[in-house]
């Protein structure tokens, strides 16, 4: 096998392996970031928000993001990236499914915050295992391919959100709670 070769079997594996999950789960991140605007109209009639309590929620969000990068890369430096990973994924799935079940403000805001704590590092994050597991030749390829989730949730998840709340649900939830 030629070196050339190799090198192109190197690049596909940590392509697949690497670049496509965290290009989905970015993908993923990117919509839950945002999908409360869309759900915006509905979450606030069903639950009663005034557009100051509605905007005071999307506000805990980038609160809960500036205050919780340092200690997010802390965390991934003692604990290691498995771990890390591990728990903000969970801490990130209990934030997105609470916001499903809110009922009050003060539920939409400590959701709202839960979840920009737990996105806090997402970024930083991903970043750090691209610059360990990738070579030096390959690192920016690998993070351009990674951050195009970015863009690409921005044109894909407007219309897929606006399905979700358009469409019947299999669980009988208000179309808002479905979504999230």
């Given at each position: 096998i030629t070196a050339e070769k190799k090198?192109?079997?190197?690049?596909?594996?940590?392509?697949?392996?690497?670049i496509l999950p965290i290009a989905i789960i970015t993908f993923?991140?990117?919509?839950?970031?945002?999908?409360?605007?869309?759900?915006?109209?509905?979450?606030s009639a069903g639950?009663?928000?005034?557009?100051?309590?509605?905007?005071?929620?999307?506000?805990?969000?980038?609160?809960?993001?500036?205050?919780?990068?340092?200690?997010?890369?802390?965390l991934l430096r003692s604990w290691g990236i498995k771990r890390w990973i591990f728990a903000s994924m969970v801490l990130w799935g209990i934030s997105g499914v609470w916001m499903a079940h809110v009922t009050s403000a003060a539920e939409f805001y400590?959701?709202?915050?839960?979840?920009?704590?737990?996105?806090?590092?997402?970024?930083?994050?991903m970043t750090w295992l691209i610059s360990r597991w990738t070579p030096p030749s390959m690192r920016a390829g690998a993070l351009a391919g990674a951050l195009v989730a970015v863009p690409l949730s921005m044109v894909l998840g407007g219309p897929l959100c606006g399905w979700m709340l358009g469409v019947g649900n299999p669980l009988g939830m208000e179309p808002w709670r479905f979504m999230f």
């Amino acid at each position: 096998i030629t070196a050339e070769k190799k090198s192109e079997d190197e690049r596909r594996k940590l392509t697949i392996q690497l670049i496509l999950p965290i290009a989905i789960i970015t993908f993923v991140n990117s919509i839950d970031r945002v999908n409360v605007s869309y759900a915006g109209s509905a979450m606030s009639a069903g639950l009663g928000l005034s557009p100051d309590q509605f905007g005071l929620g999307i506000s805990m969000f980038f609160i809960a993001y500036l205050l919780f990068q340092y200690p997010h890369v802390w965390l991934l430096r003692s604990w290691g990236i498995k771990r890390w990973i591990f728990a903000s994924m969970v801490l990130w799935g209990i934030s997105g499914v609470w916001m499903a079940h809110v009922t009050s403000a003060a539920e939409f805001y400590a959701a709202r915050f839960l979840l920009g704590m737990t996105e806090a590092g997402f970024a930083p994050g991903m970043t750090w295992l691209i610059s360990r597991w990738t070579p030096p030749s390959m690192r920016a390829g690998a993070l351009a391919g990674a951050l195009v989730a970015v863009p690409l949730s921005m044109v894909l998840g407007g219309p897929l959100c606006g399905w979700m709340l358009g469409v019947g649900n299999p669980l009988g939830m208000e179309p808002w709670r479905f979504m999230f």
